[in-house]
């Protein structure tokens, strides 16, 4: 059984993503959405990282923990989208962030896990709008394999896939989001979960506003 509590993972009440050591600051990445602190560390679960933010609705972050342990991701094994590899390419919980507020350049903020041989991650819009990129992707430098990537979408966008390609420009893996009245509706995958060069890296990228530091 596993419970979550928004910076906490609890697997049967026992084992815990709770630090066993100090975390340790990756980067603080600065977005649209804010600023964002990346801290990783070593559980009780393996290796976490947890998203700490000053500006942004501490509510809208939702779960702003995550483990490699039941995420898909095996940094060790390429991603094959089935268990003898790396079942995904990218592992990461949507938010509500800002999505009410009119003011604001963003409207939905996505966080998560990324295998090793992701290069690229991007936001692709449905309706054929520009297709944006540049998005971080953070690797721990206390935990091997362990990356984390923040990507967003601009606001008023209610229907696009998340997309991850390889060094190459080769899809890994793909998610669809689509915003409802309620919020984000579960990100269904919208591929086989098996890589392919079929669906290549777009050649025109809108690059998003993003610091890292």
Known sequence: MVELSGDRIVVNGTTT???LDDPVAAATV?????TFLVETFESELGGCYR??????DEHALGQSVGCLSGSGID???PVTGTPDGSIEAINGGVSNLALDDPASEVGIFHHGLAHPEVATIT????????????????????????RVFL???????DAYRLNAYDDEGCLLDSDETVVVASG????PQVMDLRP???TRLPRRIREVDVAVR
Request: with cysteine.
């Open 123 to 146: 936001v692709e819009p449905d309706d054929g709008g520009p297709v944006l990129g540049g998005f971080p992707i953070v690797d721990a430098p206390n935990v091997p394999g362990l």
């Open 75 to 77: 940094p060790d094994r």
């Open 17 to 19: 993503s709770d630090p």
């Open 196 to 198: 392919t060069c079929e």
């Open 151 to 157: 990507a967003w979408s601009p606001a008023g966008l």
């Open 51 to 56: 998203l700490l933010s000053d500006d942004a």
């Open 30 to 34: 600065e977005t649209p959405a804010g």
């Open 184 to 187: 984000p509706d579960d990100a």
